[in-house]
């Protein structure tokens, strides 16, 4: 089952499995930074095993001049200990459909140079393009 978690319980649940991509959050900073988020239209999905969070994903939908409408895929991980069994590509064709209701005529992410299996994943079980590089400068 794949669910739209809403509550800050569920919410809470799904940080479990997104702490393994973002280690650096704690609680309190997941829940402060998911209201900005949130009123910016970021939503945070789950694919569930059971009672449990196997995987989670964190989405938003906009419009730009080269992609059109899509949603951007800002976190897409599976529990450390389910990876290997389908649910990165179950979540994923999950966020194609889900764009597609949405009107969106692509799906777009971004991932770190350091993870080579995830893009493996992305390029060749499903089929996306590395289409660009990202850069980023702190201020």
Known sequence: ???????????????TVLKELRPHLSEESFLGIYETMHREG???????DGEEVVAVTGIITLTNFYDGRHIYVYDLVTKSTSRSKGYGEKLL???????????????????????????????????????????????
């Open 1 to 15: 089952m794949i669910k739209h978690l809403q509550t800050i319980e569920e919410l809470l649940q799904g940080f």
């Open 42 to 48: 970021y939503e945070v999905h789950a694919l569930f």
């Open 93 to 139: 064709e999950y966020i194609e459909e889900l764009g597609k209701e949405k009107g969106c005529v692509k799906v777009t992410l971004s991932s770190g140079l350091a993870r080579v299996d995830a893009h493996r994943f992305y390029e060749e079980k499903m089929d996306y393009e590395k289409a660009s590089y990202v850069f980023r400068k702190t201020l």
